[in-house]
């Protein structure tokens, strides 16, 4: 098949791990390798994608294992934990990618690109910390902590304190260029992992990592629109949109405008932990000079980009 254009395909945290009971190493490969196979089946299609993806569970297993290390190790800080787990995740997704490829006789490549995003430093998010990561603690050590390391604390529903950080709006990709040239040499590449690791700027240029987390979403949709992809497609766990959802009401969408999307948001249709902000990227894609975006499931993938599935955003 002949050329589609460019693709950025976010794939969310749960074609990573499954379920509970599946969240080793190993499993997030396997599951990964899932994924992966319905990706080549769209490259297969002529697509060139970057693929990027969410990275929730696997900071807070390093975060974890750097807790319970610290008695004898250094912890490590969380734009770290981002550069970390874009070096791990990239590796699984290249490395399946790559197999995939050899069984199928394509001669592509894939690179993995450790990706920084530059957030503004008087972003309102940094005087409001929502964004809870890290374990549970009793009052007393979430209240030491907050003293001795700066840490905003919050008590979490009865549940235990946790640290909560700062989830400040991208405004651009750092490596973007870097991510085009390889794209238009038709390298498949693995870029922005969870949204990319948060940077602020100086008056010079130069660019410092922050503690806090970035809407993969919103990383994806503004690389896409750095990039000038022709297609945005947020792969996540359900195969098209609902209004209603879960309720007797429930109705899919094949389609919505731009101008339906934000009607449906004022509407209260999209919820806030899952939906809406996946709904209120692809709007910032099309805000940026976007052309259309899909949502779906990954298997579904195929089917959608052929118009038989999904759920299609147009301008």
Known sequence: MGRQGIAVVAVGGNALIKDKAHQTVQDQYEAAKDTMKHIVDMIQKGWDVVITHGNGPQVGFILRRSELARHEMHEVPLDYCGADTQGAIGYMFQNALQNEFKDRGM????????????????????????KPI??????????????????TVVE????????VVPSPIPTRIVE????????????????????G???VEDEAGRVTGVEAVIDKDFGSALLA????ADLFVISTAVEKVALY???????????MTVAKAKQYIEEGHFAAGSMLPKIQAIIKFFDEGGKK???????????????????????
């Not at 899909?294 to 052929?306: C, G």
Request: a negative charge; glycine letters at 10%; aromatic letters at 6%.
């Open 107 to 130: 001669q592509k490549d894939a690179a993995a690109v450790v990706t920084q995003t530059i957030v503004d430093k008087n972003d309102p998010a940094f005087q409001n910390p929502t």
């Open 134 to 151: 890290g374990s549970f603690m009793d009052e007393e050590e979430a209240q030491r902590r907050a003293k001795n390391e700066g840490w």
């Open 156 to 163: 979490d529903a009865g549940r235990g304190w946790r640290r």
């Open 176 to 195: 973007a260029k870097v991510i085009e040239t390889l794209i238009r040499a038709g390298i498949i590449v693995v870029a922005v992992g969870g949204g």
């Open 197 to 199: 690791i948060p940077v």
């Open 225 to 228: 629109a750095n990039i000038r």
């Open 245 to 255: 959802f879960n309720t007797p009401d429930q109705v899919f969408l094949d389609q």
């Open 293 to 315: 975006a899909l949502i779906t499931d990954p298997k579904h993938i195929s089917d959608a980009l052929e118009g038989k599935t999904g759920t299609w955003i147009v301008p």
